[in-house]
């Protein structure tokens, strides 16, 4: 895929998704943090439904390490691997207390330190809560990036590696959301929408069958 066409795939994105941002809802950096950590193998869905009510009663690193494991468990247990995130958030704020004032960082080496965050949970927080032009490859990051062939590579750090080669400078620091919503609400894993697709004739996925779709207009 070449630069030109590159920069027209995310020119579109940006115009498609005007206020791209995450779905997690926080209020803050420390929350957006938890709110990461339960994430994994989880929706953003599923984990708001969960913080909604855990952030009303505990949203510092001290109210919610006041919570206990079991306290805290009667707020997350509707989220997959609850009691494995529960140690991890419970060790996170223990640490965020002791040794950053309760602040959560802004250096990967720091955040990855942190139980429960790897390289993506880190890059997230970068991104998002920093304005650090960082790309967490998530499932959909993954997909698209192969699919589409603007990052191919086997595994996860590969594909970053070619996203934060390749993506534009301008379009760097939305980058990483555009991508998850496009291929959270059109290029789905299972039956993307191709013919909804502002991109369809720039993709180079192989699998679409332009004929069964409209001519799509970006005059």
């Known amino acids: 895929m070449n630069e030109q066409k590159r920069f027209e795939i995310f020119k579109r994105l940006s115009i498609a998704i005007p206020n791209p941002s995450t779905e997690l809802k926080h209020n803050s950096t420390f929350e957006l943090l938890i709110a990461v950590i339960l994430s994994a193998q989880a929706t953003d869905k599923g984990v708001n439904l969960a913080t909604d009510k855990l952030f009303a009663v505990a949203n510092t690193p001290e109210s919610i390490l006041a919570l206990g494991i079991e306290g805290l468990e009667r707020y997350i247990k509707t989220i997959g691997l609850y009691h494995a995130k529960a140690k991890n958030v419970l060790a996170t704020c223990q640490m965020l207390i002791t040794q950053h004032d309760s602040q959560v960082p802004n250096t990967r080496k720091a955040l990855e330190a942190l139980p429960g965050v790897g390289r993506k949970t880190a ?3 970068l991104n998002t809560a920093f304005g650090e032009p960082t790309i967490a490859v998530d499932t959909h ?3 698209l990036g192969n699919r589409i062939k603007l990052a191919t590579g086997k595994t996860v750090l590969e594909v970053e590696m070619k996203y934060l080669k390749t993506i534009p400078k301008e379009f760097m620091q939305d980058a990483h959301h555009l991508l998850i919503l496009h291929g959270r609400y059109v290029c ?7 013919g909804e697709c502002c991109i369809q004739d720039l993709c180079e996925y192989g699998a679409k069958e332009y004929a069964a779709f409209p001519a799509i ?3």
């Open 123 to 125: 890059n997230v927080i």
């Open 188 to 194: 789905t894993a299972r039956k993307p929408k191709c």
């Open 141 to 143: 990051l993954f997909r």
């Open 217 to 219: 207009s970006h005059s």
